[in-house]
């Protein structure tokens, strides 16, 4: 085996590298919380949005109703990818900085350039890219089928029907994923989060008839 051959197999890809820093700082436990939240929240969130169009469809022109829910759709899909991707960043890098410095002042030594701490590096972006991409994903899928109304594929209140399906459906994925993290009853976790968003539909409809939106 030849020299080059020696020394691509002594050093590890990007991934291997990445996973090996999720590894030594618990970066993939925080990675996976993030996920499993932050998806829950991006859905509920157009859930929220999809039956607030729904409703006013009701007392107001479904094309203009469509027409500004898709465009709010878009934008908050967008506005929780940044904020989650850049919050998510600067409180993380924060707390795994103090992490190291407080190590340091243990060890009386400067750990700023150990593997350690660019293993604190790697695992703050990762998380970030996990917390931004988490809701805007599940949001996106979500309003897919509201994408394929311009197109004439479905009509407006058949693609607010399906979307509201596609939002329960991932809704008890999440749970499914949950309860598999947790080794417990997985349909126990699926229901849970169901139920969570049929308690937000509920709640919604009752809001509307409160407010007099519905009517």
């Known amino acids: 085996m030849t020299e080059p051959e ?3 197999l002594k050093d590890p890809g990007l991934i ?5 820093a999720l590894e030594l700082t618990q970066g993939v436990e925080i990675a996976r919380r993030y996920l499993a939240m932050n ?20 007392t107001t022109d479904p094309e203009v109703v469509f027409d500004a829910l898709l465009l709010a759709a878009v934008g908050t899909s967008v506005a929780m990818a940044v904020s989650g ?5 600067l409180a993380e890098s924060a707390e795994r900085d103090r992490e190291v410095e407080e190590i340091g002042k243990a060890m009386l030594s400067d750990m700023s350039n ?7 590096r790697t695992t703050s972006a990762v998380v970030a890219l996990v917390d931004g991409l988490a809701p805007s994903v599940a949001a996106f899928i979500i309003i897919a089928p509201l994408l394929l109304v311009p197109s004439g594929i479905l009509s407006v209140s058949v693609a607010f029907y399906v979307a509201i399906l596609v939002c329960m459906g991932l809704l008890f994925g999440l749970g499914i994923f949950l309860g598999t ?20 539909a509920i709640l919604l409809y009752i809001i509307s008839y409160i407010t007099g939106a519905a009517h």
């Open 39 to 58: 998806a829950f929240d991006g859905a509920l969130t157009m859930l929220g949005l999809i039956l607030g169009g729904l409703i006013t469809m009701q």
């Open 85 to 89: 991707f850049s919050g998510s960043y």
């Open 114 to 120: 150990t593997m350690y701490a660019r293993a604190t």
């Open 6 to 8: 020696d020394d691509q």
């Open 16 to 20: 291997e590298r990445t996973m090996r």
């Open 181 to 200: 993290i947790s080794r417990k009853n997985i349909w126990i976790y699926g229901a849970k989060t169901l139920l969570a968003g049929i308690v937000t």
